[in-house]
C-alpha cells in the first residue's frame, strides 16, 4: 500500500509538466501547398512539343493522339537511349497538356509498341521549367 502512495504524487508532476511543455510550443509552420494545375501551358512551349511530335510522325514508325498515348515500333525504341525515351514522354506529356485549358502539374503518358505491348507509362511532372526540355545541348 505504502508504495501505491508514492508513485501517485510521482506520477501527477510528470504529467502537468508534460501538459506545461506542450502548451509553450510553437504551432508547425504551414507548409505551402503546390496547386494541383499549372494554368495554360506558354504558346512557344506547345508548339515546340507538337513540332517535335509531327517530325517523329512523319518517320512512319511513331503515331500519336494528342493525349498523352503513343504507338512506337518497338525496334526504334529499343534502339533509342533512354535519355531519348525520356524526352519522348515529356514531350507527350506536355503536348497533352498543351490541349488543357488548365494543365495538370503531372500526366501519365503511355507509350506502346505496335503489337499493343506497353514499353513505357511514365508520370511526368511539367515543371514550370519545362520548357527548358527543348533546349539544345
Not at 508514492?6 to 501538459?19: E, S, Y
Not at 505551402?32 to 506558354?42: M, Q, W
Not at 500519336?64 to 525496334?75: I, M, Q
Request: net charge negative.
Amino acid at each position: 500500500m505504502q508504495w501505491g502512495r508514492m508513485t501517485l504524487p510521482l506520477r501527477l508532476p510528470a504529467a502537468l509538466c508534460a501538459a506545461l511543455l506542450l502548451c509553450g510550443c510553437d504551432p508547425q509552420p504551414e507548409v505551402p501547398t503546390r496547386s494541383a494545375t499549372l494554368g495554360k501551358l506558354p504558346a512557344a512551349l506547345c508548339g515546340k512539343a507538337s513540332e517535335s511530335l509531327a517530325a517523329l510522325a512523319d518517320s512512319a514508325v511513331f503515331e500519336h493522339d494528342g493525349k498523352g498515348s503513343a504507338v512506337l515500333a518497338e525496334a526504334a525504341w529499343m534502339s533509342m537511349s533512354g535519355e531519348a525515351r525520356e524526352q519522348l514522354a515529356r514531350t507527350l506529356a506536355v503536348d497533352a497538356a498543351c490541349k488543357q485549358s488548365d494543365a495538370p502539374r503531372t500526366l501519365q503518358v503511355f507509350i506502346k509498341a505496335e503489337t499493343g505491348r506497353t514499353l513505357a507509362s511514365p508520370v511526368v511532372d511539367l515543371a514550370p521549367g519545362a520548357d527548358m526540355m527543348f533546349e539544345e545541348s
